[in-house]
């Protein structure tokens, strides 16, 4: 069984929705692949919404764990990267919609010049540990 301790989080890390490090012991990691969206299943576009493209990468990231057998809750760290820095804290804010306050992943937020698709403004890597 997989236990967390998530170490308790600064003034800072709480506004940006991370933790500093979280400690696990037990159960089975799930090594997510990035996870960007700029269309949905249907094929609609979501070139140039930043929030659209956050939300539907947490919405299929929460479907491929759901299918390893986790949750959202289960991610312990998170790499994402993004290709313009001024939605870092709009990233942190929609972020806080996934996650319950002082149980967030550990976090790096880097600035990248592109990704995969020219549509693309940001991209999500975790990895969960689950019971």
């Given at each position: 069984m997989a236990q967390r301790q998530f170490l308790p989080?600064?003034?800072r890390q709480k506004e940006r929705a991370y933790s500093p490090a979280v400690k696990v012991t037990g159960g089975t990691t799930i090594y997510l692949a990035g996870y960007g969206a700029f269309q949905d299943d249907a094929g609609k576009s979501y070139a140039g919404d930043f929030d659209a493209q956050v939300?539907?990468?947490f919405e299929?990231?929460?479907d491929t764990l759901g299918k390893a057998g986790g949750t959202l809750d289960d991610i312990v760290t998170m790499t994402v990267f993004i290709t313009d820095m001024a939605?870092?804290?709009r990233f942190t804010h929609?972020?806080?919609e996934f996650f319950k306050e002082g149980r967030y992943p550990a976090s790096a937020l880097?600035?990248?010049k592109e990704l995969a698709r020219p549509e693309m403004m940001i991209e999500i890597q975790a990895i969960a540990a689950i019971d």
């Open positions: 989080a600064n003034e939300r539907l990468s299929r990231m929460r939605n870092g804290t929609l972020r806080k880097i600035g990248i």
